[in-house]
């Protein structure tokens, strides 16, 4: 323990790591902040520059640029359902309707469907591990076998989520 600690009953630790207060100071600089601030930041000056250039597409080539624009569609898709898959581990589907600018219920229809996926998921790794295993691969059929496990606990946890939202 840091000197200058001392244990307290109510929290178990508490006081100054040093005479300047270097504790507080750490827990209180922001840099976090500032890099998530930074980052969201320059998604949305690229997402501004993208919406530029495809306008500037679609007026010089209307058909040309229609597959990029599906491309970007299908890709924007999927990091929209891995977001709101990620979302719902540890936030409310008002919380994540509110995010996306629809009702409650709409997100949770549209979204409701990430849960198979998880259990599609965690099938192909369950398979993938007990072939690993019928192949003496130990190490590959650890890999799958944990990342099922990690993909159950998230389901446990989506799964509780919407049970105490109801």
Not at 62 to 68: E, R, T
């Amino acid at each position: 323990m840091p000197k200058g600690y001392r244990m307290s009953q109510s929290s178990g630790v508490s006081g100054d790591w040093s005479a300047t207060g270097r504790r507080q100071g750490a827990l209180t600089n922001g840099a976090a902040s500032r890099y998530i601030d930074g980052m969201m930041s320059d998604l949305d000056t690229t997402r501004k520059q993208l919406s530029r250039q495809l306008a500037e597409g679609i007026a010089t080539d209307p058909i040309g640029v229609l597959p990029v624009i599906t491309a970007l569609q299908t890709e924007t898709d999927g990091h929209l359902r891995e977001a709101v898959r990620q979302a719902a581990l540890s936030s409310s589907w008002s919380e994540i309707a509110t995010a996306l600018g629809v009702s409650k219920q709409a997100a949770h229809q549209r979204f409701k469907g990430y849960a198979e996926g998880v259990a599609n998921e965690m099938k192909t790794h369950h398979r993938a591990a007990k072939q690993a295993r019928r192949d003496g691969d130990t190490a590959q059929a650890a890999q799958s076998t944990a990342r099922r496990d990690e993909l159950a606990t998230q389901l446990r946890t989506a799964v509780r989520a919407l049970k105490d939202q109801m």
